[in-house]
């Protein structure tokens, strides 16, 4: 199987990115924010406290994700329940941040990404995935751009969602989300050494597309 690892900060435009190129390429794309997006709502939702490991690690055991490909897009199951749509709001998102920062969250997710990998030609994005997740991947790229552009496409994507938000607001929520993923003591976020950085601030994103596919095709 071909395994392609793309890490980066929030709101690179990794999932929009890595989805075209997967469909260009034929692979699936499995996008592992979401399954820390769902630990977070089951968090929100049980009122556990999104910070304590304590907590967390007693939550566990009651906890089922699962990622289900339905016409080749990724959905995603909290105990059965489809929470795609829910993990999407910025308090999902702060809740993912918290929760990824716990051991045994992370340990907890692992096998699930493995075993797709295993059996799948695949894209798969997140934070740790080059570093931890999939070493031997054959294509590891590190897609970035600044955290003002950043903030200006999640801005722009929440607005016409019909989210009220302010774009002062957005940018704080990506400053203290790179900061909080790339100081944590476990899997922070960061390239790896065989990484390809990509950089897509001054991209469209066809031509970050296109770039993606063409570093993806050279490694193959
Ligand atoms: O990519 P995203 O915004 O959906 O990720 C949500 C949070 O989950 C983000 O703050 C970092 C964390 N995450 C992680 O720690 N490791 C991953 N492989 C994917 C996401």
């Known amino acids: 199987m071909i395994n392609v690892a793309i890490d980066g900060p929030a709101g690179a435009g990794k999932s929009t990115i890595s989805r075209a190129a997967a469909d260009k390429l034929g692979f699936i794309y499995v996008d592992t924010g979401a399954l820390y997006r769902s630990v ?7 009122g556990i ?35 795609s749509e829910e993990i999407r709001t910025p308090k999902a998102s702060m809740a993912a941040s918290d929760v990824s920062a716990v051991p045994e969250v992370r340990s907890f997710l692992f096998d699930l990404q493995r075993d797709i990998a295993v059996k799948n030609n695949c894209i798969m994005d997140g934070r740790d995935i080059g570093t931890v997740v999939l070493p031997n991947a054959e294509c590891k790229i590190f897609l970035t751009a600044s955290p003002e552009c950043r903030a200006q496409r999640r801005y722009k994507e929440l607005i016409e969602k019909g989210e009220n938000v302010k774009y002062e607001d957005v940018l704080n929520d990506v400053n203290e989300r790179d900061y909080n993923d790339s100081h944590r003591k476990i ?15 001054k991209l469209s994103l066809d031509e970050s597309i296109a770039l993606i596919v063409k570093i993806i095709k050279e490694h193959m």
């Open 49 to 83: 406290n999104t910070k304590s490991g304590e907590q967390l690690k007693k939550a566990l055991p009651d906890i089922k994700v699962e990622l289900v490909f339905k016409d080749g897009v990724q959905h995603v199951y909290l105990n059965g329940e489809d929470v």
């Open 187 to 201: 899997a922070p976020l960061k390239p790896s050494e065989e990484s390809v950085i990509a950089d897509t601030s």
């Open 40 to 46: 977070g709502v089951y968090a929100l939702r049980n």
